[in-house]
């Protein structure tokens, strides 16, 4: 059974950049085709997608973030990971790391950006 958990600080100052890892646990992230994505939902808010890593590499992001966004993955690991650039108080959001459509979630992670 394929498990995610998201890791990473909880407090971020504006300006600075949020990063976030999710580790999976009982399926390899490049097994065909799975894509691996990130999830936020800001307080009182809509889920929100923003952005995706393919089994193969391949990386896409919502077009809204695109400019801040940054996923990548550590395949000895097991490991996929967020960067999102330039916060302000309205990146504040719980932040999932998903598999595919997505039908597995992590549990999520509250990130609070404030100085």
């Known amino acids: 059974q394929v498990q995610l958990q998201e890791s990473g600080p909880g407090l971020v100052k504006p300006s600075q950049t949020l990063s976030l890892t999710c580790t999976v646990s009982?399926?390899?992230?490049?097994?065909?085709?799975?894509?691996w994505s990130w999830i936020r939902q800001p307080p009182g808010k809509g889920l929100e997608w923003m952005g995706a890593i393919a089994y193969s590499g391949s990386t896409y992001y919502s077009p809204s973030l695109k400019s801040r966004t940054s996923i990548s993955r550590d395949t000895s690991k097991n490991q996929f990971t967020l960067q999102l650039s330039s916060v302000t108080p309205e990146d504040t959001a719980v932040y999932y790391c998903a598999r595919g459509s997505p039908e597995v979630w992590g549990q999520g992670t509250l990130v609070t950006v404030s100085s």
């Open positions: 009982g399926g390899s992230i490049t097994t065909n085709y799975y894509y």
